[in-house]
């Protein structure tokens, strides 16, 4: 997904055309829960659509394709960019690339979300709507980008997502498009997007990060993990985003039983001495073993 480059206010001004889809699937979602009315089915759509869509995202697009914090087969690493792309956040490697961004810059001038910098609109949505971050940054996904049928996904989202909903319908009606489609796509994209705006705003800090990263329970929960977001940011290289057993990280959970699945494997944790910032054994012995030689 290339674009020309814009610059300025330009660059922040929204795509209107290439902008409708969005606008439009929130539209679907109110009127179809309207018309197709509630129901157990519903519910059970909603849920399990919710579920797979959270995962795809939490799990494949931010642990595995953003911050590669396990290791999976080319198959499952297919299987993981196309269920993603089934909750409309556009392509991994898009998502990858400018989460990475992200990171490298948090809640400095150049985050392309900070609500420190240009306020909570943007940093929950409206930078994804603006012309300034409709390409896809190649050079920053190198390492995942070298995949053909990556590539494919990545500038062919819209077209599965929408083949995504029409599969639906054909599988369970009106009730499946509704509510396995439209309303669970809008719940995740606002629920994940509070993770950009919200848990920079709202919560506590555990550690002295150099960004504005907040822990929230009831985002951790929403959001399957997501919002220990000051966990995450303190040590990015851990599947396990709830540090402490009482933080509830439903992907870590679902992840494990993947790998003893031997679906993934090397399934990073978190080192003790990381989450509670003492100093590693290893450099201890190092540093005991320098001053007695220094003696």
């Not at 018309?35 to 157990?40: K, V």
């Not at 059970?44 to 995962?55: D, I, K, N, T």
């Not at 400095?108 to 896809?136: E, N, Y």
């Not at 039983?257 to 290893?282: F, S, Y």
């Amino acid at each position: 997904m290339q674009s020309a480059d814009y610059t300025g206010e330009q660059a922040d001004r929204p795509r209107w055309v290439e902008n409708i889809p969005f606008w439009g699937v929130h539209v679907a979602a109110v009127v179809g829960a309207i018309l197709a009315g509630w129901s157990w089915a519903a519910l059970a759509w909603l849920v399990g659509s919710y579920a797979v869509r959270m995962f795809a995202i939490t799990a494949g697009y931010h642990r595995y394709f953003s911050h590669r914090t396990f290791k999976t087969s080319r198959a499952f690493q297919f299987v993981l960019a196309v269920l993603g792309i089934t909750a409309l956040q556009q392509g991994p490697l898009w998502w990858a690339a400018h989460h990475r961004r992200h990171h490298k810059y948090s809640d400095m001038p150049q985050d392309i979300h900070s609500p420190r910098q240009r306020g909570f609109v943007w940093s929950h949505m409206q930078w994804i709507l603006a012309k300034r971050h409709q390409a896809t940054d190649y050079d920053r996904i190198k390492d995942f980008a070298k995949y053909p049928e990556l590539r494919f996904l990545n500038n062919h989202d819209l077209g599965l997502a929408v083949a995504s909903a029409v599969l639906l319908f054909l599988i369970g009606g009106s009730t499946a498009l509704v509510w396995g489609f439209f309303v669970p796509v809008v719940v995740a994209w606002h629920i994940t997007f509070c993770i950009n705006s919200l848990a920079h705003v709202w919560g506590s800090r555990r550690y002295k990060t150099t960004d504005d990263s907040r822990n929230n329970a009831l985002l951790a929960l929403l959001t399957f993990g997501e919002g220990w977001h000051n966990n995450h940011h303190h040590y990015q290289r851990s599947a396990r985003q709830g540090f402490y057993w009482w933080e509830i990280d439903v992907s870590w959970y679902a992840l494990k039983l993947l790998e003893k699945l031997r679906i993934v494997w090397d399934v990073e944790g978190v080192p003790r001495h990381v989450r509670d910032q003492v100093e590693a054994p290893e450099r201890t012995r190092v540093r005991e073993v320098e001053v007695k030689a220094a003696a």
